[in-house]
């Protein structure tokens, strides 16, 4: 069944004068809103037309407002229901709550009183429509990584690039230079790499050798004889030794010293390395990944890096995308992260409120996925209720929002995606008005409901 391009109420009042004059009301709301004179009309209603919100009275004959929340509960759980009652029934309608209802209110109501409630009730609704579509989108992401590069989730045209590269390099034995801002996700390409190649039967050795003193990394890399140094007890086998016959990713090559680049150079040319303290030539068949955020280029010319190495490891170079690069995948990255540190935490965590994901999808990302992964965690541990909202996040992220009138969008952005982020950016600075967006862009307001849903 198509999804309505208009969120769908159902009005339900066996006062006619009554539900004539909501209906006027919601039809002033751009919502399209459906009538029923009692609980068994509006069941006949909700067994043909899907509805996001019911709108009942509490007292009417036949069926009341609590036995029909109870049917809609059986009929469609995600369907929101909202009781209409009198002051004199309000313990009634707290019952119904406890019941599944999503609100009340009492009568006689005010029009901002009834519109306030159910435009609540209907963001929600459209809240978990998002995440139910961004979770069909990451089960496509992650589908199509399988098939093509495990584990990477994402579909904007910055990233797509990146993996066509890595899933023609993979199959090769040619070292691979992945380059990048801290934060990108390069171990992870790195065994994307290694899983589509030949070799992913073999082991995936990483070490980084940003994290180790120089007086430790070259034991680490090639292995020591008993004796080569003080607490050197036994003979021990590298990252090398432990990489036969696999791949070995070698994450901020660029720190290495001197010494060590020369060594490494010679196994890239010849395979061939002796452990630290002996002569005995050693061989390994493993493929070499490396990885680094600075510039080898400019490390070369100030004499930091050696060039005959840089030459030697740049065979296949991939520049990996900073995050603000590819923010058409913020939505995908956060709810994974955010299903993931969920289950972790035990928390009930339904989803991020639109405004909370407007914040994330403007944000610079500085520290790329590995800061999102960070703050999703953070935010999730902190919650205390069942959406993340921009009250959840970080100063940092909040604070520095773009200017509402400003939009930046990166090259090679989808149209589509282009016009989304739009209409988003108009709907933040008219703090949901839909009508106003409309004017704003330009456009019908059933159009920002249809470009939203596709």
């Not at 209906?23 to 004179?37: K, T, W």
């Not at 691979?176 to 039967?201: C, D, I, W, Y």
Request: aromatic share 6%; glycine share 8%; proline share 5%.
């Amino acid at each position: 069944m198509e999804t309505p391009v208009q969120p769908t109420l159902l009005v339900v009042d066996d006062d006619a004068s009554n539900l004539a004059s909501l209906l006027r009301i919601f039809e002033r709301m751009d919502l399209r809103a459906l009538p029923a004179s009692g609980g068994r009309e509006a069941l006949d209603v909700l067994r043909r037309v899907p509805v996001d919100v019911v709108l009942t009275d509490l007292m009417m004959p036949e069926v009341s407002g609590v036995d029909l929340l109870k049917h809609v509960k059986a009929l469609t759980p995600d369907t929101e229901v909202v009781l209409m009652t009198a002051y004199g029934t309000i313990e009634r309608a707290v019952e119904a709550m406890r019941e599944g209802a999503y609100d009340f209110v009492t009568k006689p109501f005010r029009r901002a009183q009834i519109e306030r409630v159910v435009r609540r009730a209907v963001e929600k609704q459209t809240l978990l429509a998002e995440n139910r579509a961004l979770r069909a989108q990451l089960a496509d992401a992650r589908g199509a990584g399988d098939a093509g590069a495990p584990g990477i989730i994402g579909n904007s045209p910055a990233l797509r690039r990146v993996l066509e590269v890595v899933r023609q390099a993979a199959p090769s034995s040619a070292t691979v230079l992945l380059m990048g801002e801290s934060g990108t996700g390069k171990e992870l390409f790195a065994r994307a790499v290694h899983q589509l190649s030949p070799r992913a039967g073999g082991p995936f050795v990483a070490v980084n050798c940003g994290a180790l003193p120089d007086t430790i990394i070259e034991a680490e890399l090639f292995g020591a004889e008993k004796g080569a140094y003080t607490g050197a007890t036994s003979t021990r086998d590298g990252r090398f030794s432990r990489a036969h016959g696999g791949t070995l990713f070698l994450d901020e090559v660029g720190e290495l010293a001197p010494h060590v680049q020369v060594k490494l150079l010679r196994v890239l040319q010849a395979g061939e390395y002796e452990r630290v303290g002996g002569s005995q030539p050693l061989y390994s068949d493993c493929r070499v990944i490396a990885a680094t955020n600075r510039d080898l280029g400019k490390a070369v010319k100030s004499g930091d890096f050696r060039e005959d190495l840089y030459y030697r490891l740049n065979v296949i170079p991939i520049t990996l995308p900073p995050l603000r690069a590819r923010s058409a995948d913020v939505p995908l990255l956060a709810d994974w992260f955010l299903r993931r540190y969920a289950e972790k935490n035990h928390k009930n965590i339904q989803g991020l409120s639109a405004k909370a994901m407007a914040r994330l999808v403007d944000y610079a990302w500085p520290g790329n996925v590995r800061e999102l992964e960070n703050t999703i965690e953070r935010a999730v541990v902190l919650a205390r209720g069942h959406i993340l909202d921009e009250d959840d996040l970080p100063e940092t992220i909040v604070g520095e929002a773009r200017d509402a009138e400003q939009l930046v969008i990166p090259l090679g952005t989808p149209l589509e995606e282009i016009e989304r982020r739009v209409i988003r950016e108009t709907l933040r600075f008219t703090d949901g008005d839909k009508r106003r967006a409309a004017q704003l862009l330009g456009i019908a307001t059933r159009t920002i409901y249809r470009k939203l849903e596709t």
